[in-house]
Antibody
Framework: QLQLQESGPGLVKPSETLSLTCTVS??????????WGWIRQPPGKGLEWIGS???????YYNPSLKSRVTISLDTSKNQFSLKLRSVTAADTAVYYC??????????????WGQGALVTVSS | DIQMTQSPSTLSASVGDRVTITCRAS??????LAWYQQKPGKAPKLLIY???SLESGVPSRFSGTGSGTEFTLTISSLQPDDFATYYC??????????FGGGTNVEIK
């Protein structure tokens, strides 16, 4: 069964870079024709798609975040990562790594990590 | 961006009630709509995809209808485990994928 687990610092200073890693178990990110993605949820608010990366390395980003976001794969560790630059308090959120159940489409999300709260504060 | 508008934002209901949540898209998304349930402190759980297809393991009291710009999620007989927040999500346009603002189903 596929499992996703987010990890990374829970506190980031304003203007710095938020970095999170999603460790995948139960599937190989390099041999699985799936997209791997990130979604965030500010405390008490709704869901925002950040972006997704195909197993081949093709990326799609939310235009509202595109200038600050990089999603990448580390196939040697079966992980994918999120970097969000120049963070402000508005980037404080629970960050989820996600994967659709069906191949070759960003689509909808069957699999979610448990979420990682990242607070931006000095 | 395709805007997704859910109504109501909060819904008070009793166990056994039939509950309907509406999601409207700012432009046609065909049937490329998913519904999720989220409980406090937990990740969202997929309930329905392609507007009306029930995800495996989801109770049959959940159903979805709609196409184009108007969609509904119905819970035929509300159970104690169903008190949660529900979100719709369009996946017709990847630039960007967008979610509705959520509907909180609370105990009356």
């Amino acid at each position: 069964q596929l499992q996703l687990q987010e990890s990374g610092p829970g506190l980031v200073k304003p203007s710095e870079t938020l970095s999170l890693t999603c460790t995948v178990s139960g599937a190989s990110i390099s041999r699985s024709s799936h997209y791997w993605g990130w979604i965030r949820q500010p405390p008490g608010k709704g869901l925002e798609w950040i972006g997704s990366i195909y197993y081949s390395g093709t990326t799609y980003y939310n235009p509202s975040l595109k200038s600050r976001v990089t999603i990448s794969l580390d196939t040697s560790k079966n992980q994918f990562s999120l970097k969000l630059r120049s963070v402000t308090a508005a980037d404080t959120a629970v960050y989820y790594c996600v994967r659709p159940g069906i191949m070759a489409t960003i689509g909808y999300f069957d699999f979610w990590g448990q979420g990682a709260l990242v607070t931006v504060s000095s | 961006d395709i805007q997704m508008t859910q109504s109501p934002s909060t819904l008070s209901a009793s166990v056994g009630d039939r509950v309907t949540i509406t999601c409207r898209a700012s432009q046609s998304i065909s049937n490329l709509l998913a519904w999720y349930q989220q409980k406090p402190g937990k990740a969202p759980k997929l309930l329905i995809y392609k507007a009306s297809s029930l995800e495996s393991g989801v109770p049959s009291r959940f159903s979805g209808t709609g196409s184009g710009t108007e969609f509904t999620l119905t819970i035929s007989s509300l159970q104690p485990d169903d008190f949660a927040t529900y979100y719709c999500q369009q996946y017709s346009d990847f630039s960007p994928l967008t979610f509705g603002g959520g509907t909180n189903v609370e105990i009356k």
